[in-house]
């Protein structure tokens, strides 16, 4: 467990260190190429801005309602029996198919219990390692206009339930 | 789709509050909400300003492509069909590494051009072996550093928000072995389908 945290604390400034020591060593101009970077970073967050608004509002509405709860209530049981939170279930089901609904559920979750809850933790981690795939598999096929795409979807589906399935596993055994 | 999920969500929210009585919760929620979304989305911007900076100069520097090269015989090994020297495997390596460093934007037109070479390689409507190994390895996620969720989790004040770094790296190369896997399982899968209908 100690392992996992020193990792997770070391690996950004570590990479950090060898960009700059590198680039420094080649005499690139580091600072401006940073600034120049950064402000695609600002247009992106302004992109991110009316997806998320539009994503977290819709949840919400769904959530205070009672809906959400209503709806966990009812399948908990059931999941409980397989070990399986039911609380992360809308977003695992959601996660597959559309990227800015499962990033606005996900803050939805860190912000309802907390980032460092056991929730708040499965959410991030189920997030971060699996991407929308049905959204890129309509992107990529769509682009070179690809009528019938096999077995890729199931691979991709299949993909995502083990994704979930070891997020869950792999939260639970470090943060326990 | 992305619609009707959108949409139904408030729609079975706003229904469920009628008979639940908890249409005040919901009134109050729509403008709290998008209120905090806009928060949470100025909030993001230190974070992405000071990654994708960071990761201009790496670009610069070549630190990349020394990376990509590093898993240039693995993605030999992955794609059999592809030309020994084709110019599809730099593709695939870009993108591949833009994935792993949670650069989705620059990931996505590197991805674009290496299908739409794969399909001159191909030329067919049927997704060839190439694409299919090409999206198991895109849907799987790839990511080990997931910019966004610290980004989210600092917003929250998280007491570390870069803790989940090593959970999320784990899982993914359980998940994209899994993808490699089921794609290889699927494609024998269907080739014994066809010698058998021939």
């Given at each position: 467990m100690g392992v996992f945290t020193t990792i997770s604390t070391w690996i950004i400034p570590c990479f950090l260190l060898i960009v700059l020591l590198t680039a420094t060593y080649q005499r690139l101009p580091t600072y401006e190429l940073f600034v120049e970077g950064g402000k695609e970073g600002v247009q992106m967050a302004f992109s991110l801005l009316p997806f998320l608004v539009g994503m977290i509002v819709s949840i919400t509405i769904l959530r205070s309602s009672g809906a959400i709860d209503a709806f966990i209530g009812l399948i908990s049981p059931v999941l409980a029996f397989f070990g399986f939170p039911a609380d992360i279930l809308p977003l695992a089901l959601i996660r597959p198919i559309s990227g800015t609904a499962s990033l606005g559920m996900t803050s939805e979750m860190i912000m309802t219990h907390g980032p460092d809850s056991f929730l708040g933790r499965l959410a991030s981690t189920m997030q971060g390692s699996t991407d929308t795939t049905l959204y890129v598999l309509t992107i990529y096929f769509g682009s070179v206009q690809i009528k019938r795409m096999k077995y890729a979807l199931k691979v991709g589906l299949l993909t995502d339930i083990i994704g979930i399935i070891t997020s869950i596993i792999v939260v639970t055994l470090i943060f326990g | 789709m992305v619609n009707i999920i959108w949409a139904s969500m408030a729609i079975i929210g706003i229904i469920y509050a009628m008979f639940n009585g908890t249409m005040g919760e919901v009134n109050e929620a729509i403008i709290e909400s998008a209120q905090s979304a806009v928060t949470l989305s100025l909030g993001l911007i230190s974070v992405l300003v000071f990654w994708i900076g960071i990761m201009k100069i790496a670009e610069k520097a070549n630190i990349l492509k020394a990376i990509a090269n590093l898993s240039k015989p693995m993605i030999r090994r992955l794609f059999p069909d592809i030309p020994k020297d084709d110019p599809v495997i730099g593709y695939i390596m870009s993108n591949v590494t833009a994935n792993v460093f949670g650069l989705g934007n620059a990931a996505t037109p590197m991805g674009l051009k290496a299908m739409k070479r794969m399909k001159e390689l191909s030329k067919s409507a049927t997704a060839s072996r190439s694409m299919i190994t090409f999206m198991a390895l895109n849907t799987s996620g790839l990511t080990l550093i997931p910019t966004t969720v610290i980004a989210i989790r600092m917003q929250y004040g998280s007491?570390?928000?870069?803790?989940?770094v090593g959970t999320t790296i784990i899982t993914t190369v359980i998940s994209t072995m899994s993808a490699i896997l089921l794609d290889r399982l699927f494609f024998h899968i269907d080739r014994m389908k066809n010698n058998r209908s021939k």
């Open positions: - | 007491v570390s928000p870069t803790e989940i």
